[in-house]
Structure formats: structure tokens, C-alpha cells
């Protein structure tokens, strides 16, 4: 059995088939041992013995099913998230005022060419690109009043299949997952 986290995208706790108790029923229907929630904005983690090549697909089609959610899944396995963490992107950055840590999570893998889709925006700091973790690593500066296009300009570069977590909440979410 391995561990794996749900990263749901546009998930929102104000409506009543996106709160976490649906989500977990939903992948507790799927056969999941272990389906615990991680804040309350579509982080899931579960185990499981099944092939993880057709996890984010039967996870999708059943959240759309069930509960009519049309956003996308990104499933990463336990490891891939703790050597992520391992690696430390940010170096040791704070996360804090000034320095806003995010991971974006591609279900494929992103062009190298991509990196510099930021290089114009003073309040965005590219890291990089982690291949294994197939996660885009950014600092978004926050401290001047100015509120960033940030999300909007994720998806318009990207497309729909990401999801973009805080590096606080994958933390939580991978000591979730060891627990």
C-alpha cells in the first residue's frame, strides 16, 4: 500500500459537496484506506494498493459523479513529496510577509521554455522547476498593498491542469501523510 495526496483544484468549503467530509466519502467509496483531510481547501491523503497510473482519473470522474465537481486532480505519491521537501527549493526562506512560498503542481510535465513566463512581474520570483515533483516554485512578494495577478496569470501561461498550494500547506500536507 502506498501514500498518496488528492491536490483538488478550485475547491471551495462555502459549498456544501465541497466540504471535506464529501471529498473524503468520495475516496472512501473508491476502496481508499486511511482518507484523512488536510485544511479545508481539497487536500486529501489516502493509501492505497492500486495502480497510481489511473488514480487522477478515477478520483476526477467520481468527484464529478458523486458530487458534480468539474475541477481537476493531481495525485503525488508520498515520496515524491518528501524528497521534494527534502530538497528544500526555497533554501531555507521564511514563509512570511514579503516572501509568499508557493508550489504549483502540473498534472503533465512543464516546457523548460516556461520558466521565464514571470521574468516581467517585479512581485514574482521564479525558483524553478522541479521535474521530479513536476512543481513550479515560486516567491511572490506581498508586502507592498499591490495584489498580484499571480493565479490568473498561472492559468492563462499554464492552463487548467495545475493546482498551486502554499509550501506550508504541503508540508502539512506531507506530515499528514506520515501520520
Known amino acids: 500500500m502506498e501514500s498518496y495526496a488528492a491536490l483538488l483544484r478550485g475547491i471551495m468549503p462555502t ?6 467530509e464529501k471529498l ?24 492505497t494498493g492500486d495502480d497510481p497510473a489511473d488514480l487522477e482519473d478515477r478520483i476526477q470522474e467520481a468527484l464529478a459523479a458523486e458530487l458534480g465537481i468539474p475541477g481537476g486532480t493531481i495525485i503525488r505519491s508520498h ?26 503542481f502540473f498534472k503533465h510535465e512543464m516546457r523548460e521554455a516556461d520558466l521565464s513566463s514571470f521574468d516581467d512581474d517585479p512581485l514574482t520570483r521564479v525558483i524553478g522547476y522541479d521535474r521530479d515533483a513536476r512543481a513550479f516554485l515560486t516567491v511572490i ?14 492559468e492563462k501561461t499554464y492552463g487548467k491542469d495545475i493546482t498551486t498550494r502554499t509550501w506550508l500547506t504541503v508540508q502539512r500536507v506531507v506530515k499528514k501523510m506520515e501520520s
Open 15 to 20: 459549498n456544501p459537496n465541497m466540504r471535506n
Open 24 to 47: 473524503r466519502g468520495v475516496l472512501e467509496g473508491l476502496g481508499f484506506d486511511k482518507v484523512a483531510s488536510v485544511l479545508t481547501s481539497g487536500n486529501l491523503v489516502f493509501r
Open 79 to 104: 515520496r515524491v513529496l518528501r524528497e521534494l521537501l527534502d530538497r528544500d527549493p526555497f533554501d531555507g526562506l521564511p514563509h512570511e510577509r514579503g516572501s509568499y512560498l508557493t508550489v504549483t
Open 141 to 154: 512578494d506581498n508586502s507592498t498593498g499591490a495584489t498580484p495577478d499571480f493565479m490568473a496569470r498561472l
